[in-house]
């Protein structure tokens, strides 16, 4: 465990050639170190799946919140998770970076296979796995220190080497921040409006390389204006990394998104526990245009919900 | 335009009554309180302030009044507070993050140790004075009649009020700043220590503060653990006997000459100035740093 940990301009560079090496053991550290320069540079990008769900199921102290989620998510796309409140959507993608272990009642069954590893697995540390698949949440969480320090703590915490200030730099740069906050990098981040501070959030996920950015609603708290930057910036990042998204507004699952998954609320037989099932996964355009699905159509076209 | 008073009725004279009835019964209790205490003052105050000087002190302890001062008792009471805070902060810190961050609350334990420590808080002063005694001053630890026992009786005394707004301060950084970090790959541990427990300093030293100055005016739990009532020098170390503000006062309002009940009451000014400064910088530290979600 004395190695370095990683250089950044080589994870960097990792993150942007395409496509990835298998990544087996790319959550355990070693492994991760030794993405050595000699990946092939292969211009055009073939798909590849970075997650495999396969019957996946939430439960909370042993109520089902999801149950049966299967589907793929692919790499360098951004996927959409859509669906009335309380179907699960939040849960799922709290299955994705392991958040869910963080409640000691919630249990996930099923497999989740991230480059195809089992997140699960017994020997799979949830810590690593958050470092490689960042997170965004609904409302702007900024840490009480200054701009810089908030980028700069994931950093830190990791141990990766290079001039924390170019690493500043480079992820304010990234999330389209820069321009506004590069004289107030010392200001503390409350003092930030609504839709700067998201956008502080998802420069601090980009800080740490991961490979992976779940984002939970990101612009629900936020106006137009500010929506639509974050938009144009998720547009930007898919480039170099894999997105996530839950989302309540439906066009924006349609401007973003190539691939969406409808989920509803089912009540159980019998029971009163009201249960997310994905009802289609499919692409975006074909989700919105012309859906499978009666459900999906009377919910996009605005019928229920 | 309606005429006034057909749309919005007004208000009926007898809710308007009630309402000036009951904010007089209120400003009636806090002028009660914050009389009594004015008079507590202005008592002390006509009866000590001739003796107060700064000489008064720098001299030690006498059989002869105008001889005596209060250098040994402030000395000792300062001692006394030192040994208390270096035990409380780090036990009481750590006793609160491990109730807040790790424990589970279903576990039977827990749940036992949480109501114990409420419980500790309530216990009476002499409770721990008798403790203290029993297992510090003689017993397993036999440190005798020393400084380092007395700030120990002092710091368990005050201990469950360290825990408690400890626990409070912690409790108020919202879950979400954990997620946002726990998401970006820190462990539990980094969490707690470079975002928890940051934002959550002045609630834990405005906690530790008041519990010093809880602290600071006991006299009971130290008669029993053996603090001295004439001390003519300043302790040297942990293991020196001393005595204690509270203490010199309570010997001082014992003794049947009229100028050494002058001198308590001059010395109980110096201790209401000292308890009056800390926790002005415990309401000046919540102000100036507490944090706003």
Known sequence: ?305 | MSAHGSVIPPSSSRNRAKDIGFRALLLSCLVASVALLALLFYDVFGDGAGSLSFDFLTKFSSAFPEKAGIQSAITGTLWLMGVCAVFIVPVGVATAIYLEEYADPNRWWNRMIEVNIQNLAAVPSIVYGILGLAFLVRGPLSLGRVVLAGGLTLGLLVLPVVIISGREAIRSVPPSIREGSMALGATQWQTIWKQVLPASIPGIATGVILALSRAIGETAPLILVGAASFVAFNPSGLDSPFTALPLQIFDWISRPQPEFKALAAAAIIVLLAILLAMNSVAIWLRNRYEQRW
């Open chain 1, 1 to 305: 465990m004395t190695e370095p940990r990683k250089d950044p301009e080589r994870e960097q560079k990792r993150a942007q050639d395409k496509p990835m090496p298998r990544l087996d053991g790319a959550i355990h550290e070693h492994q991760r170190q030794e993405g050595d320069g000699a990946v092939a540079e292969s211009a055009p990008r073939a798909k590849e799946t970075i997650f495999e769900l396969e019957d996946v199921g939430v439960t909370y102290a042993g109520v089902p919140a999801v149950r049966e989620i299967s589907f793929p998510i692919e790499r360098y796309e951004i996927t959409a998770l859509i669906g009335p409140s309380g179907c699960g959507k939040s849960t799922l993608i709290r299955c994705l970076n392991r958040m869910n272990d963080l409640i000691p009642s919630a249990e996930v069954t099923g497999s989740i296979r991230y480059h195809g590893e089992d997140l699960y697995a017994s020997g799979v540390d949830s810590v690593q796995v958050r470092q490689r698949i960042g997170m965004v949440f609904q409302k702007p969480n900024p840490f009480p220190k200054s701009i810089y320090d908030n980028i700069a703590f994931g950093p830190r915490v990791l141990g990766m080497e290079g001039d924390t200030d170019e690493i500043v730099e480079r992820a304010l740069k990234r999330a389209a921040l820069w321009d506004e906050v590069k004289d107030r990098l010392k200001d503390n981040a409350f003092g930030m409006s609504g839709g700067q501070q998201q956008r502080l959030c998802i420069a601090r996920s980009l800080a740490t390389d991961p490979d992976v950015i779940l984002m939970d609603e990101p612009c629900s708290a936020l106006d137009p204006i500010s929506t639509s930057r974050i938009e144009d910036l998720m547009m930007e990042l898919k480039e170099n990394y894999s997105i996530v998204i839950v989302t309540h507004n439906m066009q924006q699952a349609a401007r973003v998104s190539e691939m969406t998954a409808f989920f509803t609320v089912e009540l159980d037989e019998g029971e009163q526990h009201r249960t997310g099932r994905v009802v289609e996964y499919d692409k975006t355009e074909k989700i919105f245009t012309n859906p499978s699905d009666g459900r999906t159509e009377a919910y996009v076209t605005g019928k229920v919900g």
